[in-house]
């Protein structure tokens, strides 16, 4: 089991930026897919962004893409969501996933994502 805690949320000004990090623990992190997902007042939880294990497949969602970029360093067991040209669009609780089995490549299904951080409040204002 991956236990995960996100850490760099805050209030930004639209067009700023923020890095979102997500220490994990356990042996399978690294052996892991790693997502990132959000929910929005009064929204359904929403994918964002994935990684595969060794960071060589990464797939974004079309709102993100381009502005977001998600990495991951294995040595420390942590990933990061690098968030540029940041909108009020944006704001929501961020968080962070890690897939329920080893193997999965990258998937944007909430179902296949097993572990799950606390969240991070991510709010930009216009």
């Known amino acids: 089991q991956v236990q995960m805690v996100e850490s760099g949320g805050g209030l930004v000004q639209a067009g700023g930026s923020l890095i979102l990090s997500c220490a994990a623990s356990g042996r399978t992190f690294s052996s892991k897919a790693m997502g990132w997902f959000r929910q929005a007042p009064g929204k359904e939880r929403e994918f964002v962004a994935v990684?595969?294990?060794?960071?060589?497949?990464?797939k974004y969602a079309d709102s993100v893409k381009g502005r977001f970029t998600i990495s991951r360093d294995n040595a420390k067991n942590t990933v990061y969501l690098q968030m540029n040209s940041l909108k009020p669009e944006d704001t929501a609780v961020y968080y962070c996933a890690a897939a329920r089995t080893v193997g999965v490549i990258v998937t944007t299904q909430q179902a296949d994502f097993g572990s799950w951080g606390q969240g991070t409040q991510v709010t930009v204002s216009s």
């Open positions: 990684i595969s294990w060794g960071g060589a497949n990464t």
